[in-house]
């Protein structure tokens, strides 16, 4: 006999050596939290982000090394009707004495009026780091309070970048608390539910919950390789929830079926980690393939994301396959107490005749359609799934912009008032140029002249009173304009500003200078290049997914047909979840039903993301399912009855783990901002036409259709032929009745 495979010997040493493993772990777990803290965090900056050339437009103006301290704003407005000029001069003298003397004030500007005279705005300088402004704005905005109450025939209120940023981190922070807080008890309910039993529901959550502990530490460590962004740490957090509990889930399960049938605790775990073991390490290969794929964008936030899913994804298949059985060992039937009663009864394995588990009730009649009529089946399901993927090749890509921030705070409701009332505060280009010092003067004059034919186009705001505001670098050489358009950051018209300033407007004035240099940026040229980079880099990325995840199926199942058949099963449930998203999010009928304003586009970094993650998790339950089936084929079963006995024998963790995963997805679509909505739908809705229409209809379905093709291989792929196993599995469900 052959050497057991390294992940039964991996189990065994760790069932007979529990506490050595359990030791391990969490001292492994310990440091790398603990080295990872001690490291430090190296956080990507503005020039690892540059995409495009409105990634070049910021490094230009990052080059002139500008002072630009952070500016709120005081705005005075009327409750009603006309403003009160004497009342909001009042309120302006007022604010601004209060204001000269808080700490943090640098320069209280002066006052500056609408062109309608429907507003007055009040320009506040603060002092210190940019960066923290926000969480040093509090004192102002008290004193402004202090104004309003002063002077209640006018509205006062606080309104600019510190002053957002300060009540969208006092939302968004509530909303992210508000789900981390969530996540654990709707996980720990869901497994309570699928197991019946306190402490094997909660070992997948304690082993998850580690393994993100540990993978957060190993990032820190990495993002001195590969800078960190603010989305990593809550990409582990998600990622690693939901394969931390599905391995556990597959390898727990399958030891219980095991000592369900009479199985010794060591057998049991030894069985598990030949099969489900086995399947956790394709699975987890899978998705960081598929995670890998993320490097190739060439984009600092994409690789951030990448390198922490990866290391999370890999300390958790680390974790299922030591410290789980060592913990299953210790425990032994333990870890089915205490039982929940009625849940108990439900859901506990259970052997019918011959030993074999008995078949569940409903699964049976869900394959009946596709074992009996495949070829109808297959067309029908298949046909749903294209209908519902066919939206996506009308998808729009964009980035969220002010408009798309919600409205709940004051200081959001002040800033749609402010941009009311001064155009220019809103939607700006803002145009870099570099050029020699000695050309700086002509520099100026073309900026100018560009500034006064933008202020003619309908297209553009007008110019303030007191003329175009060009800054210009101590040295010189870099000149930066701001072109405001009154129109939102996502309305076609911003685009076309963008696009006539881009190609006209700007090489006509500044392309004859000597050695200048220039681009056009701000929010909408962020955007637009941002969905241009994914466009670009979607095809490479799926490409290299596709290939390295077709070999890896062919080397774990040593065929070809499951190999292909796998990849194109998942492209079409991502193309169902991009289909999905278009159809919700990008006309406004469920605006009401899920809480949001559609932006008419979907978020520009969501494609990407979506398909590398969903492709990934995906393969969690294809993997699983695949190897239950190929067990009935190994152990001489037909292939109708292999089909069933893999289907039905997994359907249960399948279930249970895409319930973990839609349940945890669907609270971030609770969250406020358009992103997060987007983000946790689509999850959500692709994990349940995965787990559901995918598995259930379509997979069986075609291999049904495909019959001893579904194994077909090249002679040099091709097994050996392996001898009988010892426990062969149970017949097919359909031929075994439920009494």
């Known amino acids: 006999m052959g050497s057991r495979p390294v992940t039964v010997r991996m189990a065994r040493w760790s069932a007979e050596h529990p506490w050595r493993a359990i030791a391990l772990w969490v001292v492994f777990v ?101 960066e923290t402004a926000s969480d040093r704005v509090q004192p102002l905005r008290d004193a402004t309070a202090a104004v309003q109450g002063a002077h209640p025939q006018v509205r006062v209120e606080q309104v600019g970048g510190p002053s957002i940023g300060q009540a969208l981190d006092d939302t968004l922070g509530k909303d992210f608390k508000r789900a981390e807080l969530l996540s654990l008890p709707v996980t720990l309910a869901i497994l309570i539910i699928a197991f019946g039993a306190l402490i094997a529901a909660s070992v997948p959550v304690l082993l998850a919950l580690s393994s993100v502990a540990a993978a957060m530490g190993l990032s820190t460590l990495a993002s001195h390789l590969v800078p960190a962004t603010d989305t990593t740490s809550p990409v582990i957090l998600l990622i690693g929830m939901a394969v931390g509990v599905d391995y556990s889930l597959f390898y727990i399960r399958r030891e219980r079926e095991e000592r369900a049938k009479g199985r010794s605790g060591l057998d049991a775990v030894e069985i598990a980690a030949e099969t489900s073991g086995h399947a956790v390490v394709v699975s987890g290969f899978a998705v960081i393939i598929a995670m890998a794929g993320l490097l190739l964008a060439g984009d600092v936030v994409f690789s951030s994301l990448a390198v922490g899913s990866i290391l999370v994804v890999a300390v958790a298949v680390t974790g299922s396959l030591t410290v789980l059985p060592a913990l299953l060992a210790r425990l032994g039937r333990w870890v089915d107490r205490p039982r929940v009663p009625l849940l108990w009864r439900l859901t506990a394995p259970r052997t019918g005749r011959h030993g074999q588990p008995r078949a569940p009730r409903l699964w049976p009649a869900v394959l009946r ?71 700086a003067d002509r520099v100026r004059a073309a900026l100018t002249d560009l500034a006064g034919r933008a202020a003619g186009d309908p297209l553009f705001a007008p110019t303030e009173a007191d003329g175009p505001k060009i800054q210009v670098s101590a040295d010189r050489r870099v000149s930066v304009l701001d072109v405001a358009t009154p129109y939102s950051s996502r309305d076609d018209r911003s685009v ?121 998790l995906s393969m969690d339950y294809h993997v699983f399912v695949v190897s239950r089936i190929r067990e009935g084929v190994r152990a001489g079963m037909p292939n109708r009855d292999a089909i069933s006995y893999g289907i039905t024998s997994s359907a249960g963790v399948v279930t249970s783990a895409a319930i973990v995963m839609v349940g945890v997805f669907s609270i971030f679509a609770t969250l406020s901002t358009i992103d997060m909505k987007q983000l946790g739908i689509g999850l959500a809705a692709a994990i349940l036409l995965d787990a559901t229409i995918i598995r259930g209809v379509v997979l069986p379905a075609l291999m049904t259709l495909l019959g001893d093709a579904n194994w077909w291989a090249p002679r040099f792929l091709r097994e050996r032929p392996a001898s009988a196993p010892a426990d062969p599995p149970a017949p097919a469900p359909e031929l075994v009745p439920v009494p």
Request: charged residues 15%; negative net charge.
């Open 369 to 439: 359609p596709a074992l009996r009529a495949p070829v109808a089946t297959l067309v029908i399901s298949v046909g749903l799934l294209l209908a519902l993927a066919a939206p996506a090749l009308g998808m729009k890509l964009k980035f969220p912009g002010m408009e798309d921030l919600p409205r709940t705070t004051p200081a959001m409701q002040a800033y749609d008032r402010l941009t009311a009332a001064f155009p220019s505060t809103g939607t700006n280009h803002v145009v870099a140029v570099r050029a020699p010092a000695e050309q």
């Open 30 to 130: 310990a440091v790398c939290f603990v080295g990872g803290n001690a490291a430090g965090l190296n956080e990507a900056t503005s020039g690892d982000q540059a995409i495009g050339e409105a990634g070049r437009a910021g490094l230009i103006v990052d080059s002139g090394a500008f002072a630009d301290p952070a500016v709120d704003i005081v705005l005075i407005t009327s409750r009603g009707g006309a403003l009160d000029q004497a009342a909001a001069k009042a309120a302006a003298d007022d604010a601004t004495a209060r204001l000269r003397s808080v700490t943090g004030v640098a320069e209280v500007g002066q006052p500056v009026s609408a062109r309608d005279g429907s507003a007055l705005l009040l320009p506040i300088t603060m002092s210190g780091d940019p």
């Open 496 to 616: 076309r500003s963008l696009e006539r300033l881009r190609a006209d407007l700007v090489p006509a004035e500044l392309r004859s200078i000597p050695g200048i240099e220039y681009a056009v940026g701000g929010s909408v040229a962020d955007s637009e290049d941002y969905a241009a980079h994914v466009r670009s880099t979607l095809p490479l990325v799926m490409g290299f997914v596709l290939v390295l995840t077709f070999l890896v199926m062919v080397l774990t199942f040593r065929s070809v047909v499951v190999a292909a058949s796998s990849i194109v099963l998942n492209l079409l449930s991502a193309g169902a979840a991009y289909g999905l998203l278009v159809l919700v999010f990008q006309g406004d009928w469920a605006e009401g039903l899920l809480g949001f304003t559609s932006m008419g586009a979907i978020v520009s970094w969501l494609p990407l993301f979506l398909f590398v993650v969903l492709f990934g």
